[in-house]
């Protein structure tokens, strides 16, 4: 089994470049993510990549 940080900054890669094929800026979404992550449980976590994000967001 990998690292836990391995894992998590694999998954937050794939995030990033998720984004662009669902039509969004990568800052746009990533920035308030990144402020609800921190508060986030494992379940909302998620519903954090771009395709169960609203545009919204």
């Not at 800052?27 to 379940?43: D, G, K, Q, V, W």
């Not at 771009?50 to 967001?57: D, E, G, Q, T």
């Amino acid at each position: 089994m990998p690292p836990q940080g391995v894992t998590v900054s694999a998954q937050r890669y794939s995030w990033v470049e998720s984004v662009k094929p669902n039509g969004r800026e990568p800052y746009a979404y990533l920035r308030p993510i990144l402020e609800r992550l921190p508060l986030a449980t494992s379940t909302a976590a998620e519903a954090l990549p771009p395709w169960n994000c609203s545009a919204a967001l």
